[in-house]
């Protein structure tokens, strides 16, 4: 069975309406959808997915606590992790809770598209499930042209252990992704342990745990992957990412000069910030009314109105630039 996967909990609550109704605008209620709990904070959601019989929150406790341990031990192995983020005032592990997306490899799909809950989906996806008739692992995204959030470039043992090319193409992001069931068993996560404990653990970006993890397991062990971005011809590509500002909507779906977007990604913006604007607050964000349109889908009538003017909004820079700031850097 097909279905799409997403992490979430309910700080990101509005988001995932948005994100659930962008499913079921394209797809009905026949796509199965998968929550994966960040944390045990999921009391909204799982009073709103009862109107959902497509959607389910995963609780397979043995698996969540599996990943759950895969993730200290990884990051056990890392030479300046934990320091790091005591001096951001990280008293445990960073964001610990984002790597339960992992769970989807123990889970009911046996193909799976993941997609973070500040994305929302624009296209079919039967191009990605296509894809993985041929390749196990399938992103559409250009994250390989900032190698510097997945791995730290300084790494001496980054161009040891992957070629100038593989850094060059095979980088992708954590927010959307096709794959599928049993991936990674026991025995692969157990030898990469072992490798990042003999020192491959330096290569890892540890603000972006999830991310740099993934990408990873993934380059590690060579599984064949595949990147629209790098294969479909330059007029036919599109942009994925909130901050890209020329992209088109019509009947509230985005265009890249003329081609439909897979996803939006909000990569960037805080929760808080769409809370605040569902809540009634006019921030000018990037693409509000397509996100406003989506949150609102079945309820329209509580679509939050606004009479002044909007507000510019400020982001609170992210834990890796902070932390490159406290650096001098």
């Keep these: 069975m097909d279905g799409i996967c997403t992490l979430a909990n309910d700080r990101v609550y509005d988001q995932l309406i948005a994100l659930l109704n962008s499913i079921e605008a394209i797809y009905g209620q026949e ?5 994966y709990p960040y944390d045990d904070n999921t009391t909204a959601i799982a009073g709103e997915i009862t109107r959902r019989p497509n959607v389910q929150i995963y609780d397979n406790r043995h698996s969540i606590q599996q990943w759950d341990n895969f993730a200290r031990r990884v990051w056990d192995t890392h030479p300046t992790a934990k320091k790091n983020w005591r001096e951001l005032g990280c008293d445990t592990y960073l964001r610990f809770g984002t790597h339960r997306r992992y ?3 123990d889970g009911p799909f046996e193909r799976f598209v993941y997609m973070d809950a500040d994305t ?5 996806l039967e191009q990605i499930f296509a894809q993985l008739n041929q390749h196990d692992w399938v992103v559409y995204d250009f994250q390989y042209t900032d190698l510097s959030h997945v ?10 252990l992957f070629t100038s090319e593989r850094l060059e193409t095979e980088i992708f992001c954590s927010g959307f ?10 025995q692969q996560r157990e030898w990469l342990l072992d490798k990042l404990q003999q020192g491959e653990a330096e290569i890892l970006y540890e603000m972006a745990p999830d991310q740099t993890i993934l990408n990873y397991m993934v380059m590690r ?5 595949y990147n629209f971005a790098n294969h479909l011809p330059a007029n036919e590509r599109t942009g994925c990412c909130v ?3 020329h992209f088109e909507a019509r009947n509230n779906i985005l265009y890249d000069r003329g081609n439909r977007l897979t996803y939006i990604h909000y990569i960037g913006l805080s929760s808080q910030l769409f809370s605040r604007v569902c809540a009634g607050e006019n921030f000018d964000l990037p693409y509000r009314e397509i996100f406003l349109h989506y949150r609102y889908l079945h309820q329209p009538e509580r ?14 820079p992210n834990l890796g630039t902070r932390f490159f700031r406290k650096l001098g850097l």
């Design 177 to 186: 992704y096709g794959s599928k069931k049993d991936l990674f068993n026991r």
């Design 31 to 35: 796509m199965p959808v998968c929550i």
């Design 120 to 124: 929302l989906l624009m296209s079919p």
């Design 221 to 225: 062990l060579g599984i064949p992957s």
């Design 243 to 245: 901050t890209s500002p």
């Design 103 to 105: 769970c989807a490899f």
């Design 303 to 316: 679509r939050p109105k606004f009479t002044d003017q909007p507000k510019k909004y400020h982001t609170t």
């Design 151 to 160: 791995y730290h470039t300084d790494a001496v043992k980054l161009k040891e």
